[in-house]
């Protein structure tokens, strides 16, 4: 007997370059994700294919997005990054998006960033309300620079992680009879959204007969 598939949707998939039938290896992969046993028939095409695409570019870990997922469900460790948030304005307006990691360093620049400016830098502050409590003037010695770029990078990180306050790319789903249902990812951008409001449209109501309706009452207020 056949094993039965671990994914809701069927593909047929040939590399255009070579005529190489993939779809065997697509759904070996994509089995991988767990998906369907995380969230059951609750997962588009496109977010499919997109983790399937961006785990062989090299331009996405899907592990990062099933990462938030499970936490969305219930079923894995807690997020550290920021709590979903349903979207307030076109073209997104009546999803929601929860932010996850990507690795590498622009992740990591933004995080620091963010991190800078929410908690300044601790080591550095309290070295200067030592001088001052002591009425001294000192330079910053070379055995606290060190310290110094420690707090600034993983220090901040740390107390944005504790905080449940990463930032990164968006995870988008949408609420319908208290379930997640996940859709696609994409930047935080506002210039990328009409694009992914459309893959939305072309792809995900197609999945998901109810999102439609769900979108229009958005745009209208209902």
Not at 8 to 26: C, H, M, P, V, Y
Not at 85 to 91: L, R, V
């Amino acid at each position: 007997m056949d094993k039965p598939s671990t994914s809701r949707w069927k593909f047929s998939i040939t590399n255009k370059s070579n005529g190489q039938d993939l779809t065997a290896e697509f759904e070996a992969i994509t089995s991988l994700f767990g998906l369907e046993q995380i969230a059951p028939g609750r997962y588009s095409r496109l977010l499919l294919m997109t983790l399937y695409g961006g785990l062989k570019s090299g331009t996405v870990d899907p592990n990062r997005v099933v990462y938030e997922i499970e936490a969305l469900e219930g079923l894995g460790p807690a997020s550290k990054t920021k709590p979903p948030t349903q979207n307030k304005h076109p073209p997104l307006k009546g999803l929601w998006h929860k932010h996850y990691q990507e690795p590498g360093i622009p992740s990591m620049g933004m995080n620091v960033k963010k991190g800078l400016r929410r908690y300044g830098i601790p080591f550095f502050e309290q070295k200067m309300r030592e001088a001052e409590a002591a009425g001294e003037v000192r330079a910053v010695p070379l055995e606290d620079v060190d310290a110094i770029v420690g707090d600034i990078v993983a220090g901040n990180l740390k107390r944005l992680a504790d905080e449940q306050a990463m930032t990164g790319e968006w995870l988008i789903y949408a609420r319908h009879e208290d379930q997640n249902y996940y859709l696609c990812i994409g930047t935080h951008h506002e210039e990328t959204h009409s694009n992914l409001r459309q893959l939305v449209d072309a792809i995900c109501c197609e999945d998901f007969p109810f999102l439609s309706k769900l979108l229009d009452d958005a745009a209208s207020g209902g």
